[in-house]
């Protein structure tokens, strides 16, 4: 464990209140503290570091000028909020933080009044803080009353188009509602985009915005008949600077950019926005990922998500692996097939180190493309790449290709469009909890007329999917895969075109088929084996497609078995639902088949190691043995079958 740093000022804050009693010289000293207990709890734990270090001073002002939690701070993404956990009442549990029965690695309601919405996702907060701003206004009921709205959002988050549609609205109601944009050049992975390119040009001209922030910020105060004169003089300002800002087009007042680590400059632009602000306001402030840790500030992703780490040398504490990662195995096999054909290209929605196509861009950079956090704008360009002639694999995690499920239906899948989903972090995903489990995506497209959904089962079978799928040119495909390492099998020199919709037997037996979808095969495998240990016979198949299913060997299962269960790391609605009604369709259950399917349970499964985590879901080999033997009346604890 590493050695607690001192932290005199910081040990007098126990509520965000306590920030008060603090002077403006004295609150430089709670940030200096506030950022070495955050690097010091990381360290301990691993999590998100860049993102809370950039927003040290920011969170320090924004506690000692407004009164949480009547005022709402909603954080966007909340990668950014470990410092502010820590003000709130939570730093005696920070070095819980993502870990089983701990705290939650982003903002969550059900932990503190201080957390007023939970935002995993990106792009959600000035929605959410304007829907704040209204219950305000219209007199709705809050436990911890209502005051000011504040979205912290970052540049990255603004990429997506929600935060527009968000702002547009805003501008339109006119309400009194507080945005500030934290821009620190990168969210996760290097921003992209035209709106990037117009920050930098507004940080290039920041003396003209200086100045226009201090005429704006005069005219206020000034009286009625020196006004007008003002705004004559702000607009030539604004002629001089930029032509006009998009943030005061869509109907914010803009201030900025302000330097978000220099409490001397935050602490009184809040004051007086706190003051006098009476519409919606966008505050620009410019900070840093990572600052104050040279390990994090050096860093490719500039600290974005570690392991435990060495708080002298920043280096990682991982446990080692012989076995090659899925997203790895993903990159390295797309490659492969990029080489033989030069019209796929790939396609991520601000994820290139986590979906691996980060290595597939330094070999084919003028085939990759990153769109920023917009994952609908990302479904629908596949769309018409597919539509033009290419072969598209859109890398988007389970969890947030749910964002362009609209997309995917209207654009690509009515179309018919052969557009390849390279679906990551399919399952529960452990550490990140409910809010980035892959548990939908198996129901949401088996549902879809002309899909195509695989699973692999492990880090071969995946290689295999990649090229099934680049060969696939009728209609749209999936294929999905876990976070983390593989189960160490024996890898092809080049993956191998599967047969669509055929499974395949790993063992066959008498009594029991076991018919499963992804990597719980290992799981099945397992519990087989302590089935055959008590004289119970047992068939298991990696069923490889959820859709089309594998018709004649499920079939042929139903009728040589006296039990047939499925298994599979997804909700209710997906493989298990789609092969009972399968079974239902030939009457098989007429017959007396015993059926059951074992899927993620009809609850969000809390934050923990994946083992921990499917151990909740009861889906572990102990948990598939137990299933079986209660299926075939047998007692669990009763070892004779």
Known sequence: MSQRPDTPHLDRVHL???????????????????????????????GHLGAGLGVVELTVALHSVFDAPRDKIIWDVSHQCYPHKILTGRRERIRTIRQKDGLSGFTKRSESPYDPFGA?????????????????????????????????????AMSAGMAFEAMNNAGHLGKRLIVILNDNEMSIAPPTGALSSYLTRLYAEAPFQDLKAVAKGAMGFLPPPFQEGAKRAKEMLKGMAMGGTLFEELGFSYLGPVDGHDLDQLLPILRTVKSR????????????????????????????????????????????????????????????EAAEDSRICAITAAMPDGTGLDLFAERYPSRTFDVGIAEQHGVTFCAGLAAGGMRPF?????????????????????????????????????????????????????????FV???????????????????????????????????????????????IGKGRVMKEGTRVALLSFGTRLAECLTASEALEARGVSVTVVDARFAKP??????????????????????????????????????????????????????????QASPRDMYAVAKLNAEDIEAKVLGTLGVDVLDKRA
């Open 277 to 336: 602000a009476t519409g919606p306001i966008l505050i620009h402030a410019l900070t840093k990922k990572g600052k104050g840790y040279s390990h994090a500030e050096h860093a490719p992703d500039k600290g974005h998500a570690r392991a435990k780490f060495d708080v002298v040398t920043g280096e990682q504490k991982k446990a080692p692996s012989n076995a090659p990662g899925y997203t790895k195995v993903f990159a390295e096999a797309l490659m492969q």
């Open 16 to 46: 965000p209140s306590d920030l008060k009693q603090f002077s403006d010289a004295e609150l430089h000293e709670v940030a200096r503290e506030l950022r070495a207990e955050t690097i010091s709890a990381v360290s301990e734990t691993g």
């Open 549 to 606: 299913l594998d018709e004649a060997l499920i079939l042929r299962l139903a009728r040589e078995h006296e039990a047939l269960l499925t298994v599979e790391e997804g909700a209710v609605g997906g493989f298990g639902s789609h092969v009972a009604q399968l079974l239902a369709e030939n009457a098989v259950f007429d017959r007396g088949l015993k059926y059951r399917s074992m899927v993620l349970p009809d609850i969000f499964v809390d």
């Open 120 to 156: 995993a996702h990106s792009s959600t907060s000035i929605s959410a803080a304007l829907g704040f701003a209204v219950a305000r206004d219209l007199g709705g009921a809050s436990e911890t009353g209502h005051g000011d709205a504040i979205a912290v959002i970052g540049d990255g």
């Open 453 to 499: 959904v695989m699973a692999a089962a492990d880090e071969a079978e995946l290689k295999h999917m990649v090229r099934t799928a680049a060969a696939h040119d009728d209609g749209p495909i999936a294929f999905r895969y876990p976070r983390g390492e593989g189960v160490g099998v024996e890898m092809p020199e080049r993956g191998q075109i599967l047969e």
């Open 394 to 450: 859109c890398a988007i995690y389970s969890t947030f290709l749910q964002r362009g499920y609209d997309q995917v239906v209207h654009d690509v899948a009515i179309q018919r469009l052969p557009v390849r989903f390279a679906i990551d972090r399919a399952g529960l995903v452990g550490a990140d909890g409910a809010t980035h489990a892959g548990s939908y995506d198996t129901a949401f497209l088996t549902n879809l007329p002309g």
